[in-house]
Structure formats: C-alpha cells, structure tokens
C-alpha cells in the first residue's frame, strides 16, 4: 500500500516566525511532490510542486525534497495568521494518475 | 481566474438513492478527476478520466460509481445506490497537460449526506 505520511500537528507558531511541515511517502518511483493548502470547510489549493531533488523556493515557501530518503517537506518563512490551514503533502508516481494525499498538518500561526 | 465548478454544493439523499454530481473543469484541461474526503479524514482518490475513458481508478470506485463526460464541458460522477459510508465531500479536479498533469485543480466540493 503507498503511502503519504505526515504528523497530524497541530503545529503552533508565532506570526513571523517559520514553519516547517515534513512528509515521508513510501513508494520509490513516484516522481512528482506538491503541497496543498486547505482550509477548513474549502478544497486543496495548490501552493507549490517539486520534483527535482534539492530546494524550491517561491515568495515565502520553499519546499525541500530528498528522493533517497524519501522525504519532502516545506518551510514557510514569516509565517501569518492568514496561513493558518491545514497542509497536504501529494505525490505522483512516474506517469500515474492517481495522486496519493497525506493526512495533512494542521498549522496555527499566532498573531 | 478560470476554475472548476461543482453542482449542486450540498446534496441530501436516502440510502439507495441514485445521486449525480456535477462537474465543469477548466476549459483547456483534459485530464479530470474525482476525489472525495470524509470528515476528518485523508482526501482518496477515485477515479482519473482521460480521452473519454478511465485512466485509472481506486479500489473504491467500485461497481456502484460511474464517470461520464456527456458533453465537452460537463464531468459527472454517479453513484448508483448510495450507502450511508458514501457521505463525504466529493471534490472534483482538472489538470493542464501542457502545464504537468499532475498539478490538480479543483473545485469547491459537494457535500454529500446519505441519510
């Protein structure tokens, strides 16, 4: 069974600080990584995609991928209020169809 | 901003009642997709819809569901005798093949409740 793991938090952070969410997936061949933000009550959104080994930045988050370890996680610097949700780690195998979804962590970024 | 419509927003139904939920993906997307999520729970995939046929499916899209693209704007999932388990947000996605198909969009969900 493939699987997207991730700590269920809730993660709490001061507003300004970082926050770093990390995922592990289990399946070798899968090739493309991405974080999604959900609310509460909304659907996925898609923030960011990797699937190159090393770091990607864009404005205030940067996601890390390490394919040998198997372990994908994002940083989000000066954290705000507004980024209070719960985040998605989903990975894609190789020319598949099906993305696999983590449970999400639950971050709570305090004024 | 072009997004994906879902219809109805809310769905009540009764067990074994047949339900359609109702999807409009971005217009140049070709690749469509239907995922569902419990209360609480992990958002699972269903099924994946490519070239008018089903590119892949879960071990929970079983005999019971059925996806459609009845014309070239609308994207259907039907669930033909719905039980109780069957209530959950169900989301549907689109993706860009120009743009990585495995980037989802998706819309903002039915909710649905079998009573």
């Known amino acids: 069974q493939k699987e997207v793991e991730q700590n269920s938090g809730p993660l709490s952070v001061p507003e300004g600080a970082i926050a770093s969410l990390n995922c592990t997936y289990s399946d070798r061949v899968s090739q493309s990584f991405f974080w999604y933000r959900q609310y509460s009550g909304k659907s996925p959104e898609l923030i960011m995609s990797i699937y190159s080994n090393g770091d990607k930045e864009d404005g205030r988050f940067t996601a890390q991928l390490n394919k040998a370890s198997q372990y994908v996680s994002l940083l989000i610097r000066d954290s705000q209020p507004s980024d209070s949700a719960t985040y998605l780690c989903a990975v894609n195998a190789f020319r598949g169809f099906k993305t696999i979804f983590g449970a999400g962590t639950r971050l709570f970024v305090k004024a | 901003e072009p997004e994906v419509t879902q219809t109805p927003s809310h769905q009540v139904t009764q067990m074994g009642q047949e339900v359609i939920l109702r999807c409009v993906p971005i217009?140049?997307?070709?690749?469509f997709y239907w995922y569902r999520q419990i209360l609480g729970q992990k958002v699972e995939f269903l099924v994946s819809?490519?070239?008018?046929?089903?590119?892949?499916k879960s071990e929970i899209f079983d005999d019971q569901f059925s996806v459609e693209r009845p014309d070239g704007s609308n994207f259907t999932l039907k669930i033909r005798s719905t039980k109780l388990e069957d209530s959950a947000m169900y989301f549907c996605?689109?993706?860009?093949?120009?743009?990585?198909?495995?980037?989802?969009?998706f819309g903002s969900g039915t909710q649905l409740s079998v009573l």
């Open positions: 819809f490519y070239n008018n046929e089903i590119s892949e």
């Open positions: 996605a689109s993706s860009d093949p120009t743009d990585q198909r495995e980037k989802l969009f």
């Open positions: 217009s140049n997307h070709l690749y």
